[in-house]
């Protein structure tokens, strides 16, 4: 069973473009989160989506960030207008249930940095 | 809101050393309790959770107990090795299962 998937796994952008990161669950997920990674820190969680749904986006900034995740596809991230301060790693979960209890499973991680 | 504070690093440990790394919580209901490990540039692996007060989670040698006395959920190894080298994270569940809330994270190195 592949394990979650994110791709790019590096990206550069120059200040003002447009960023997409793409996550594909594994198979049989339909919970994906999405989190980011800054430099020497934690991860901070930004939004949880199950198919076509956004649950909760209390961690997305107001505005330039958008996610989403179609009944066909992968979960995409959208960055419009990045700036530097967009550089960091960001992290797809998916689980198989909305529970706290379920563990989440992370893929490998896209690192965005903007020049 | 919900909380997690971790021992800061980094952590240097010579192999066959004991380890600890403390992690306290903060949280309304009950949460579920986790430890992952991000080797470097790598994503976050589960290493251990534990989903009630009392539980012990373990594996590939480490433990934690979850104490809901003391709010705390603390790593162990009895023997590291220079492979578990890597940056350790504890972390909650709220509740309702829709984030996962981190530490900061602790840095271990383990020296041969």
């Known amino acids: 069973n592949a394990g979650v998937m994110q791709n790019p796994r590096h990206l550069v952008r120059r200040r003002g473009q447009e960023a997409r990161l793409r996550c594909s669950p594994m198979k049989g997920h339909s919970h994906v989160y999405w989190y980011r990674q800054l430099p020497e820190e934690g991860l901070k969680f930004m939004v949880y989506l199950q198919k076509e749904n956004i649950i909760d986006e209390s961690g997305m900034p107001k505005e330039r960030f958008s996610a989403e995740f179609p009944k066909e596809g992968p979960s995409i991230l959208r960055i419009q207008q990045v700036v530097r301060g967009d550089s960091a790693a960001y992290f797809c979960?998916?689980?198989?249930?909305?529970?706290?209890?379920?563990?989440?499973?992370f893929g490998p991680g896209t690192r965005l940095l903007v020049l | 809101g919900d909380s997690v504070t971790q021992m800061e690093g980094p952590v240097t440990l010579s192999e066959e050393a004991f380890l600890t790394i403390n992690c306290t919580y903060t949280?309304?209901?009950?949460?579920?309790l986790f430890w992952y490990v991000q080797y470097p540039g790598e994503g976050l692996q589960l290493l251990l959770k534990a989903t009630k007060a009392d539980d012990k989670g373990s594996n590939k040698g480490f433990e934690a107990t979850y104490r809901k006395e003391t709010t705390s959920f603390h790593l162990e190894k009895g023997s590291v090795q220079v492979s578990d080298s890597a940056v350790y994270f504890c972390a909650l569940s709220d509740d309702g299962g829709n984030k996962l809330v981190f530490g900061a994270g602790t840095i271990l190195r383990v020296k041969s």
């Open positions: 979960a998916s689980s198989p249930r909305r529970t706290g209890q379920e563990t989440q499973y």
């Open positions: 949280a309304t209901g009950y949460p579920s």
